[in-house]
């Protein structure tokens, strides 16, 4: 190595001194640094216990509280406008709620938390995201909770009011001439933006007027579907169809043809045949050509029984009638077509009539009636509602089934009848010497009888302990059909009585009865009346009244052969009904200052 480079090395390295004096200084500042950012640190730290400078929760600044003065603060603030209401506008309509209405509530705490912990962690840090708050402020918003189902119904409400869905492009009919109109747009809520828009506003605690999100809802256009369409509605009123059954023919005219076109509702339907017009003019046409098929039935006449053979009629197919004419009159030539008919079967043919076992009496019973014109007329009308009534083997009779409500809708009128153990007025009086006629000739059939109740009161022109009352939809009449065949309920109403035949196949049943006499049970209740016009100590009875009574009647039933099949007792417990006494008032004492009675009615049980 030269002296010249020897010399240059030397140059280019700094003295051993020099460089850890530098190395020295460097170091000193960082650690100048470091410790000045410690003291910052420090001195910004701030107190656990207290959340940082220009923290906002809800748009309330709770800078410097602590966490649990700020859940109160937040807490009060939420509670004084629980019930003030914020109005929300929509479309130029507004609607004011209340948190309250829908069961809003917001969780401080959680908010309170989460402020805290943005500004935390150990001294140093805590101070420097401190300073940061001070140039960067932390604007919180507290999670919101809501009944969903009040939410739902209040957006529903909004929404059925602001809601304008568009309309399509359409066809209109003018008398022979079909319109074009034009398509509209329309406008929606946006039904889960506005719920959330009304909850999270709900949440805070300004007050004012909130906009809720409302999307367009535009229509289509019109196309060439729609055209086409229009052409064809045209096509097919611009002449008369002749309709052809036979030698039979029917001109429909394009007068006739227009009310029943049923244009398309939207550009993707089709014309189709139909409408009020429609209806009525098939209706008529079926009625015309056609014929009514006859079920299979039954004519009585005392105990025979005969059968009337069922009968096919001929049908008009009106679908397919329609179809045809419809397709007749799109055509521009040959606008004839041809009816579309077919043979219509019985529900009930003669076989199965046959099938059915009814060719004689199985049982029997007769009632005589009288009253008033309304209780006849009711009468004569319920009889109708359970007459030709068909019961199927092992069915059960019902009769409030069978006849259903008794209403003024169904010709009921206001007659006698029994309530609460008193004569009284009501709808439908009359209906019980029905049920009771029909109880005795199931009771006649040896039919087990599954529900039957006694009138309240006795009603002597009944048989003893055989009287059967009905209420709908409570009080019941009911019997099982355990003949193995079909049975048929007639009945025929007179001037004066009502006869209930049950006809099927006969079961030759011997009916044994035992009925125990009338029992009085109780005394009747006396009601007193104070007559003034009577002396004192003075008695008039207006009526003697009824005592409580009682019966039982026992049933068996044996069949043809004599083997006994059944064993049944029915007990009927009647209401007494009161004794009415008149009485005169009481003698006045000797020198007794002269008083006002006001006359009473007393009930006392003898």
Sequence with gaps: MTEQSTRSDARARPAPALARKRHVGAAGVAAGLAAAAIAVGYAFQGSLTTLPSGTTIAGVNVGGLSTTDAVALLDRKSAAVATVPMTFTARERSWRITPEQLGVSVDWQAAVDR?????????????????????????????????????????????????????????????????????????????????????????????????????????????????????????ILSGPVTLRLGRRRIVVTPNQLAPMLQLPANTGGNIVLGCDAGDAFFAKLAHEIGSTARDAGFVVSGGTVKLVPARQGIGLDVAKSAEALLAAAERGTNRVVRLAVGRVSPARTTAQAKAMGISGVVGTYETTFGGVPNRIHNVELVAHLVDNKLIEPGATFSFNDTTGERTAAKGFLEAPVIINGEVQTGLGGGVCQVSTTVFNAAYDAGLPITARTNHAIYISHYPLGRDATVDYPSTDLKFVNDTGHWLLLRTIVTSSSLVVTLYGTPQHRKVETQTTPLRWVAPPPVKRTIDRTLRPGEKVVDDPGVPAQTTSVTRTVYDASGKQLSQGTWVSNYRAVPKLVRVGPKKKKAGAATTTTVAATTTTQQ
Excluded: C, M, N
């Design 115 to 235: 402020a805290k912990s943005r500004a935390g962690g150990v001294a140093i840090l805590r101070g420097f995201h401190r300073i940061q708050l001070r140039f960067s402020p932390l604007h919180l918003r507290a999670p919101a909770e809501s009944y969903e189902p009040a939410v739902d119904y209040e957006v529903g409400l909004i929404a059925a009011a602001v809601d304008k869905p568009h309309r399509d492009p359409r066809l209109v009919r003018r008398g022979l001439s079909i319109k074009e109109i034009p398509g509209e747009g329309g406008a929606v809520l946006d039904r889960p933006a506005a719920a959330a828009t009304i909850v999270g506003a709900l949440a805070g605690f300004t007050r004012g007027q909130v906009a809720l999100p409302v999307r367009s809802d535009p229509a289509t256009l019109i196309d060439d579907k729609l055209v086409r369409t229009q052409l064809l509605a045209e096509r």
